[in-house]
Nanobody, 122 residues
């Protein structure tokens, strides 16, 4: 099982940008699809973005399309989430996840990071 560690969260004003990183351990990173999910207090976990093993396929949740970009560097065992035009409703704990295929369902991802807090002030 791959170990995942997120970083890059923090406090930002509305309209600002942040880039999250997720570093993976192990030699199987390039075999895995990666995803980002988020969870705000009192709400269910929400799909944000996912990327295929080679990076050719990406999918986004409707609420982040055209604002967020997922990418990966297999040589560095790292997946990124570039977040632009941030809104207060983007405030949540953001989780990185790994799984066999790029889907929007958190049930398809077997490995999860500990999460990183993103707070967007108005």
């Amino acid at each position: 099982q791959v170990q995942l560690v997120e970083s890059g969260g923090g406090l930002v004003q509305a309209g600002g940008s942040l880039r999250l990183s997720c570093a993976a351990s192990g030699r199987t990173f390039s075999w895995l699809a990666m995803g980002w999910f988020r969870q705000a207090p009192g709400l269910e976990r929400e799909f944000v973005a996912t990327i295929s093993r080679g990076g050719l396929m990406t999918y986004y949740g409707d609420s982040v399309k055209r604002r967020f970009t997922i990418s990966r560097d297999n040589a560095k065992n790292t997946v990124y989430l570039q977040m632009n035009s941030l809104k207060p409703e983007d405030t949540a704990v953001y989780y990185c996840a790994a799984g066999p295929r790029p889907t929007m369902s958190d049930l398809d991802f077997g490995s999860w990071g500990q999460g990183t807090q993103v707070t967007v002030s108005s």
